[in-house]
């Protein structure tokens, strides 16, 4: 028996819009979501463009344009964006032009020239709209779609339309599955800051969460050391082992395409240069892209000795964890012009190494504040006010998993734990008193 002829790979223009919800985390899920769907072979920057024929007052979208190579057909791609627009929140027979949380039109499908109900391809009305080719000028600047006789450059070129200019309003990135692109993660966080955008980082110790938070768009995915209370049970973070930390980075990193996993060098495992290279290496074996350490000036032979192997560091100050038992207790850092002067040293001397980022933990938010503005990296605050040049969270404060504490600055916009009891208790009723493990 012959085997059955593979399918033809089509390369499709993908045009992704939305104005509604945490824009850019909504155009990273759907990215996420395309490449179920292939190989997200090139992706423009987003844009932000002004609503057009839109009701008054409609919020501004931010689009672009991704590059998709599917074995799809044009019908089966157009079905599955469908899905992807309702799983992302678009409700059915959602009017044209209404503001959404993400809409996703097919431009074209390789050479195919469809005109059906429904699906019109190459789309009609791609040269009329800025906010279309444009991004696809970036990506695909020489395409000569079918039907046209002037490559892309040449339409945007001749673009005659009333928009006004689109703002770039930051990178975004093919999705892939291929490992090891670390320096272009790098690369794309380190374009956060100067954008003047806020930087987005969660943790993660399991698959799941790791996969939810890069579909999400987070934009640093920590494997923090805080697992050992919220993940392993610990009363603190001391007590976490290198091998512990080894075997949730690899978990955290099989669910993680997008953005740079960080693992934390746990306590007693960084106390030289020598061994703070040799935990790093051992972290990135298991698939960190970097590592974080606590610790200024103090530790900073460890961390240019990392940085010297070739391995991104993240640096933290403030509120040391790891400092719990010798400080007796979680306490405020920078209360004091001596106390914030040193927190400003340590700073500046974790900047001048060449952290990618620096997380400022329990700061006073004055301290914080003015760290943010004297340092080049961008500052990732935990309970140290909204000055910082973004934010971490434990993702089981923000999402009520970890009932028993939750420190008073994190809010949780979630009850997972209510949810799991709430499950566990319509079990065990079915179950005692049917038998069965459903209702019904
Ligand atoms: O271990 C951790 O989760 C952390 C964050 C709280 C910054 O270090």
């Known amino acids: 028996m012959s085997a059955p002829p593979a399918p033809e790979i089509l390369e499709y223009g993908i045009a992704l819009g939305c104005n509604l919800g945490d824009r850019l985390s909504l155009l990273h899920a759907a990215l996420g979501a395309l490449a179920g769907l292939g190989e997200v072979a090139a992706v423009s920057g987003a844009y932000q463009t002004e609503p057009v024929d839109c009701a008054p007052g409609s919020p501004a979208f931010l689009n672009a344009v991704a590059v998709v190579r599917s074995g799809l057909a044009p019908r089966e791609m157009l079905s599955a964006l469908q899905g992807i627009e309702r799983r992302m929140g678009r409700p059915d027979g959602h009017g044209r032009n209404t503001p959404r949380t993400m809409d ?194 103090a530790m900073l032979p460890q961390v240019k000795a990392i940085l010297a192997a070739g391995i991104p560091v993240v640096g933290h100050i403030g509120m040391l964890p790891q400092s719990v038992r010798e400080e007796g207790g979680y306490k405020k850092k920078g209360k004091t012009p001596a106390d914030a002067a040193r927190l400003m040293e340590d700073a500046l001397a974790l900047d001048g190494a060449g952290v990618k980022a620096m997380v400022l933990e329990g700061v006073m938010p004055a301290v914080a504040a003015e760290i943010s503005k004297a340092v080049k990296s961008p500052t990732i605050g935990i309970g140290a006010g909204w000055e910082c040049d973004g934010q971490v969270l434990v993702t089981a404060d923000l999402v009520g998993a970890f009932p028993w504490f939750r420190p008073p600055f994190a809010k949780a916009r979630g009850d997972v734990a209510g949810v799991i009891r709430e499950a566990v208790a319509g079990f065990s009723k079915s179950v005692r008193e049917t038998g069965a493990p459903n209702d019904g």
């Open 104 to 297: 996703l039109d097919i431009l074209f499908a390789g050479d195919r020239v469809v005109a059906e109900e429904g699906l019109v391809l190459p789309h009609p009305r791609l040269h009329l709209r800025r906010f279309v080719i444009e991004p696809l000028a970036e990506i695909r600047q020489d395409l000569l779609l079918p039907g046209f006789v002037v490559p892309v450059k040449t339409l945007l070129e001749r673009l005659d339309s009333t928009e006004p200019p689109l703002l770039r309003f930051a990178e975004l990135k093919p999705v892939s599955d291929k490992p090891g692109d670390a320096e272009e993660k790098w690369a794309v966080f380190s374009a956060i800051k100067p954008s003047g955008r806020q930087v987005v980082c969660l943790t993660a110790g399991d698959y799941p969460t790791a996969r939810l938070l890069d579909e999400g768009g987070v934009d640093l995915v920590l494997v923090g050391d805080s697992l050992g209370m919220v993940v392993l049970g610990y009363g603190d973070t001391v007590d976490v082992t290198l091998a512990e930390m080894i075997h949730h980075i690899k978990a955290v990193k099989r669910g993680v395409k997008r953005a740079p996993v960080l693992g934390d060098l746990s306590y007693h495992t960084y106390s030289t240069p020598e061994q703070a290279v040799a935990t790093a290496r051992e972290l990135v074996r298991a698939g960190a892209d970097g590592v974080k350490l606590e610790g200024g000036v």
